[in-house]
């Protein structure tokens, strides 16, 4: 099944919207290499562009949220480190097992279940308060 954005993760905030649609094309893409066997500097490109697209998109909400004197912002940024760390143990069992079933099924639960959430409490509840304000 492909990873897709769906409707009921909108915040309402363009620009971050906008980030998590390509965010779920490109954890999609991620899963499409893993699962198709592609080779491993293929899949590590992949892994290192999401590396990089992730931190962006966390510090542009981070800069919304310290713009706005957002009361959530330590929590909420407590769990982009979480989420960063989640990667790093990804990207090392990448390194070691390369694309194996394993990578597959914690793509899915660290990031692709944790995004789910976080973007439905945190995210949506960060996009009711910037539309007060923006
Ligand atoms: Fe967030």
Not at 90 to 101: H, S, W
């Amino acid at each position: 099944m492909p990873v897709e954005w769906t409707d009921d993760l909108a915040t309402g905030v363009g620009e971050i919207d906008k980030q998590h649609k390509e965010l779920f094309r490109r954890i999609d893409n991620l899963l499409n290499a893993c699962t198709r066997g592609k080779g491993r500097d293929e899949v590590m490109k992949v892994i290192l562009f999401l590396d990089d697209y992730v931190t962006t998109h966390f510090s542009a909400e981070e800069k919304f949220m310290k713009k706005y004197d957002y009361s959530g912002y330590e929590n909420h940024k407590a769990q982009h480190l979480e989420f960063m760390q989640n990667f790093s143990e990804l990207k090392a069992q990448f390194d070691k097992e390369g694309t194996g079933v394993h990578l597959v099924v914690n793509t899915n639960y660290m990031v692709v279940e944790w995004l789910q959430n976080h973007i439905r409490k945190l995210d949506k509840a960060l996009g009711a308060f910037l539309k007060t304000k923006i």
